[in-house]
Each structure stands twice: as C-alpha cells, then as structure tokens.
C-alpha cells in the first residue's frame, strides 16, 4: 500500500506535469489542445474510461443508437500521443496548497502532483433536495442511465401488453419527463416519436401509440435558454407529436405510482429526470468561493483567483461574459478547454494569459423524429430545415470518425425504415 | 389479481393455439415456419425481449461488436403477422395434463393454455455442483454476460495501468478461458488478439501485449466436437497467437485471485467459464423423463413420448439420431424448430408426422482475428479460407437484414484500422 501523501509525478524531468480531471468535451479539448506540446505531460483523470456525446445521450433511452455510437475510449483519443496518461479513478479531493489531487480506484487512493490542473469534472442531475426522487425518476446523464431510462422505456411497453386492469394498463402506458430544457424536450419528442411509428405494428393487445408523454416545467415555458418564438414553435411541434405540455407547474412529489404537480395527481409507471443540475461535488474540497449551484466562480482567464495554476472549465465553472453566467453547453466547454490549455502553454513559454471570451455559435434541439429549433445568432429556423442544420452539426462534432459513420448509419436506416436498432432490454444482473 | 388457474388462451374460434417457450434459434424458426398458417394464432414467450446470436456473443465480450449488432427484437420479426403473440415472460411451470404453462413477469403469474407446445428454452451453464464459482468465472450465454465480461476485460487492463505491485500487476493481466468448445476458443483466440492489437499503443506504464492468456480443458484435447486434426490445427494457432492451451487439466478450484488446475496455482483476476452446459431448470416440472444433463427424451418427431401435442428442441431436447445425442449448436436447433412446426400442422391438417433428420452441414470456429477452422462433410479448412467460410456463414445467418448491415460495418472496420468499436467499460450501477 501506497502512502497516499507521497504524490506520483508522472512527467519527466524538464517537463511540465498538467492534470486534467475529467474527460468531457471541456478536459479532452483542453487535453488535446496539449498534447501536441512535447515540454508538458498530461494526465487526463476520469471515472468512466470513455468520453460520452451527451447531446445524444436521449437517442441510447429512446433505442435510436447504440451506447458506442456516442462514447469513445478516451485512451484511443491519444494512441498518438505517449505524453498524455489517462488514469482511470474519481478524483475526491484536490489540494490546492501541496498542488496535488487524491484519486480513488477500486484498489486505493492515490496522489497525483501537478504544475497545472484543470478541473472539469462537470455537473450531475439535482433533485432539489428530494435525492430520494431518483429511485422513480432516473436522469440522463450517463451511458448507465440512458440503458436504465430505455430499459424502464420498452419494458413498460411490454407490462402494459401483458396487464388486464385497464387502470394499471393507463398507468403503464404514461411517460412524465420532468424538466423543459432541451434534454427533456427531446427525451418526450423521442419518446411520442417511437410509441407512434416504431412500436405501433409489434403489439396485438395495446395499441403504443395511445400511450401518454408529459412534459412538465416548473418555470413560465420550455426553452427558457431559447428565444421566446422558437419555444412557443417547439410547444406547437410537441404538441402535434402528442407530447402534453405543461409549464409553469413545479413537481410537488415523485413516486413509485407517478407524479404530483400543480395540484394534479398522475398515475405514470415511468417518470424521467431533466431539470436541475449541480456541479459534482469534488469542488467543495478547494476551499475557495462556489455559487449556489456549486460552482467555481473563475478568473477572466479561467483560474481559481489567487491559484493562477489551477483552472475550472464547463459545467464546474462559474465564468461571467457580459454579466451573465456562461451556460452549460457543450460549446461553452470545448472553448473553454481550448482557451485554459493556451493560457498554460502561454505561462509556460513567458507569453501572457488572454481572458476567455464565448463565441456563441447558436442553440439547437430537435423535436421527434425530424423537426428542431436554431437559433444561429439572429437567425431563427424551426421544422425541417433546422433539423438538417442539427443533423449537420451534430454528426460534425461527434468525436472520433467511427462514430461519425455509425451514427449516420443508424440514423439514415432509422429514418428510411422507421425503425430502431437498439430495442434492447438488458438487466441489471448478469448472474443466472 | 388473476387466478392463475384460469388460463388465458389467445388463439380466437376456429384456431388453433400453439405455445412455443423461448426466443432462441429453435423458437423463432418454429414461429416463422408456423406465423404463415392462419389456422393457427402462435403465442412466443420469452423472459427477454430479444433473440440472441449467440455464435457472435463472445465479440460482444471483446469488444468486437455492440450488443445489438447480434440481437433483434422478438416482436420485430413479427410486425406482418396479426397470429403471432410475444409474451414477455418466464415460464416457471408446464402442466402437460392441462395443456398450460406458467408465466412468471415482473407483476404476478398468468397461465397460457395451448393445443400445441414447443418448449425451447436452452441450457445455461453448468459449474459442476460449484455454483458459488459463479462469481469469479461468469459464462457467456446472455448479452448481460458478455457486457459483463468485457466490463473486467477493459477494467483488468486499467487496474494495471494504476498498480505499482509487479505481482499483482501480473495477475491484473492474466486471463483464464476454462472450456475448451468453440466458446473458449474464441473467446481466448479474440483476448489474445485485442491484447495484440487493438490496446497496445493505447497504455504507458504497462505493454498489454504481455497478458498471458490461458485456456483450461479438462478433457484430453480441446474442440472435442471437431476432428483430430482441425483441433490440432486451432491449438498451433492458438499458441502462435499467444494463447497458452492446456488440456486434460480439470480445474480444482476457482475463486477471486485466481484458479487451480493440474496441482498448479495460477494467480488471475479474470477468469471466464465456458465449460459445461445444463438443460434449463423448467424440464423439471414435466414429470417425464430426462437425462443426465437434465435435456427431454424426445420421440422421433421431436414430441415428447405419450404426448404427442408437446415438441421439445434445441438444447433442451435429448434427440438420438443414428445412436447418438444431437448436439447442442444452433444448425440443430433450427432445423428441429422447422421440423416441430411441419409436424404440428401436418396433425392440424391431417397429414401424417415425419421424423425429424439432421442434416449436418458442417461445424466452425474461429481462432483470433482471420483464423478459423472448418469441417464441412469430408472436406477440412484451415487457416484463412476457413475464416472467410465462417464470415460468410455468420453474416448469412444472422437475422436481420439491419444487423447483417451493422455487424459487416464493424468487421470491415476493426478489421482495416485494427480498432475495436465497442470499448466501452459500463457499470451495473445507474444510479448518481
């Protein structure tokens, strides 16, 4: 056994040690942005062995993808490149002081030293309080949820064919997505989506396309991120899909039987999770100033203030532009992680530092099977048209070529015969 | 809540109702052979919702293909045809007096009564009476199975990459394969490649072209099944590719370091059972008579003696032909799903029955990544050729037009780039 005060320094003597804990789209920009840089070595830190394209992470719940569509190992991502490490552990604490971070394997824990850090471990879902809600109400944030979220999808399908109290059957046959940001708009778009075209030929007791999707927002409209025009678009396109939208009702109670909201009571077997989100839990070792979501409020130049060695990007950071919060996008991240790693090498090489500055490229989400909503700075498209621009983006920033050509591969067959290839329901036990 | 004692019974006036037990190759052929009558309404109960090809399994395990490139949807296959049922289910009881069977779901049991039965619900595993071995050695019959395997595979080598302990180190690369059928040749043929291959320049501190890969059969050579020669051929391209074979060495003792086998002790984390196969528990309950490794004595048209409405087939079935027991491969399972179903109708329709015949149309298996071997009648192939022989078969067997797609799509790309799509390490766990 280790002593875990006696950090491991894995660069070699002359070069720059950098950890960067987690592989997101923030870490393995930044990760990349460093690899090229042969006076640095890197550590990239992470729990999961692959880098996950959340934005399609819906598709793996509603059967349209496969889990290694949108994941790829993050090693494979610098085969290339013998000065990045990737080290599979949660890191549970970082030391700003001694500039180390402790990581937690199956085995021990261990102390990783570093010159620089970038800290990038993201957000996980909130239940205000009510952790006990996530039993009934899974998010959708990982691999694992979104095969549990599908898994609870067809089964419930399947419960239904089998049920003779048309009550129970009802109840079976009810999906609540609880959240109105883009996640939960498209996880119900998808959800309507399958229940009308994929499954409505394979079932000779229930007919799937009567099942209920609701979506319900505690805040005034869905899309709040978005413009008002564009949202009230994605209420209409929902709507025609059959997906009941209700804003302005925050859920009183989540259950085993359904979900209370605005004094209503519905009986739904299956409820999602897309609403709050809090940053992971890892920055209140720091010791210095988080936000009410935990945050870490950041330097123009993306650094802890007072640590100019150790930065926070995407979900983790708390970075104002214009007076406003940076969101959680994945754009917001890729272009932080690029901008921490140049003002590294910046430091490095004498140059100075250059303070962050989000370009925002737009916001896109899509509404079932072949509707979406973008805003591209001024410009507004809805239906079909912004659809093609979501595909296009979206195929464009997947990372890894393979899973370029895999996706578009499951997608063309889904969209020509409407099907799914990755109906599957998969336990949770592997024992016989 | 249902009596259980009242069967439901799907079929409608005027047809016939046949129940067939299990979604595997002898099931779906019987219920294709069976959906274009419809004089008959044919009900498929399964406790997963998909068919499995389980020849391809053990590449699932390594990472060569997702599991839904060599899995369908039950139901899918039956979308044109209204007489086709899927019951998503697991029988627990067949009353033969009463023509009914058990079906245990996930809310209570119902009774499905039938005029006709086809039991063909496989075999699973057998660990000898060591059951508690389990743990340490999963085997690879479910997709479960196969992800879970990959799991300690991927997670073996990452745990190496973080020891410091050389000892331990080793034992993190070790890998023992315990059978020597066609399943743990591959699979230790295909632990091998990858290790070879597709990680070796993905890894800093360890060379994961140094796992040691075992392969244990107790019996006196490995691929019994096959003729002396093929099996010779499969053990020297085992070797070349790495694999250390050892054959009449039964293994005394399995537990979380490691095995024994032969007086040695072998340190391994990973060790993986494809040793010996036992009738699914369900035959039991027949009260009629079975063999030692628990199959049905069947009659010659596939009926169980005294009952001629109740077809047994696949690995379930004790079927003798030429004074021996067909073997438990999918070609036989197939062939008697067809013949069960011919004889069914041939009642139905007052025709009389035709025993069932074999036809063998030969035996492969694979030995890494373009090695195989291949018995077709007289004829032998080795090398090469027998691996394009067994792509073409897989491919041409696979059911689905879609995953004959994929799987070709993902063969053709680890193949060139030498790259594995599915590398993926998911947990049981989804929640936070």
Redesign the interface.
């Known amino acids: 056994m280790?002593d875990p005060m006696t950090a491991i320094r894995r660069a070699r003597a002359g070069q720059r040690e950098i950890v960067i804990v987690g592989g997101g789209f923030g870490g393995l920009t930044a990760a990349k942005t460093l690899a090229a840089d042969r006076t640095v070595h890197v550590t990239v830190v992470d729990r999961?062995?692959?880098h996950l394209f959340q934005p399609l992470l819906y598709q793996v719940a509603t059967a349209g993808l496969?889990?290694?569509?949108i994941?790829v190992?993050i090693?494979?991502q610098?085969?290339?490149h013998?000065n990045v490490?990737?080290?599979?552990?949660e890191v549970t604490r970082v030391d700003l002081r001694e500039r180390q971070v402790t990581v937690r394997?199956?085995?021990r824990d261990?102390a990783l030293a570093y010159d620089y850090l970038i800290l990038a471990c993201g957000a996980?879902?909130s239940y205000f309080g009510r952790g006990d809600w996530?039993?009934y109400a899974?998010?959708l944030?990982?691999?694992?949820?979104a095969?549990?979220i599908r898994r609870r999808i067809?089964?419930a399908f399947?419960?239904a064919?089998?049920?003779?109290d048309p009550e129970v059957q009802r109840a079976l046959l009810t999906f609540v997505v609880v959240g109105g940001g883009p996640t939960g708009v498209e996880l119900a778009g998808a959800i309507a989506d399958i229940s009308r075209t994929v499954l409505v030929?394979?079932?000779?007791?229930i007919d799937p396309a009567s099942a209920r999707v609701v979506l319900v927002e505690a805040g005034p409209r869905i899309l709040a991120a978005f413009p008002e025009g564009l949202a009230q678009h994605a209420t209409a396109d929902l709507r025609q899909l059959g997906v009941e939208v209700h804003a302005g009702t925050p859920v009183d109670r989540v259950d085993a039987d359904g979900v209370s909201f605005g004094g209503e009571r519905l009986a739904a077997r299956s409820v999602f999770w897309a609403a709050g989100v809090q940053a992971e839990g890892v920055a209140r070792t720091l010791g210095v100033d988080l936000d009410r979501a935990g945050r870490v409020k950041v330097a123009p130049d993306l650094s802890i203030p007072g640590h100019p060695e150790a930065f926070v990007i995407g979900d983790l950071a708390h970075a104002e532009q214009d007076g406003e919060v940076l969101p959680g996008l994945a754009p917001v991240a890729i272009q932080a992680g690029r901008a921490a790693a140049r003002n590294i090498l910046a430091s490095i090489h004498g140059r100075p530092r250059t303070p962050f500055r989000y370009f925002d490229k737009g916001m896109m989400a899509t509404i079932g099977k072949h509707k979406a909503i973008t805003a591209l700075g001024r410009a507004r498209l809805t239906g079909y048209l912004a659809w093609i621009a979501w595909l296009f983006v979206h195929i464009l920033y997947l990372i890894g070529f393979?899973n370029r050509?895999?996706v578009l591969?499951e997608w063309s067959?889904s969209y020509l015969?409407s099907?799914r290839?990755?109906?599957?329901?998969?336990?949770?036990?592997?024992?016989?």
């Open positions: 280790m999961r062995n692959h496969n889990p290694a569509d994941a190992p090693r494979s610098f085969s290339g013998p490490a990737v080290h599979l552990g394997d199956e085995r261990v996980r879902h996530e039993e899974p998010g944030k990982t691999l694992e949820q095969v549990e067809l089964s399947e419960a064919e089998n049920e003779f030929r394979d079932f000779r007791r393979r050509v895999a591969a067959w015969f099907r290839g990755a109906r599957l329901i998969t336990g949770r036990e592997w024992r016989t």
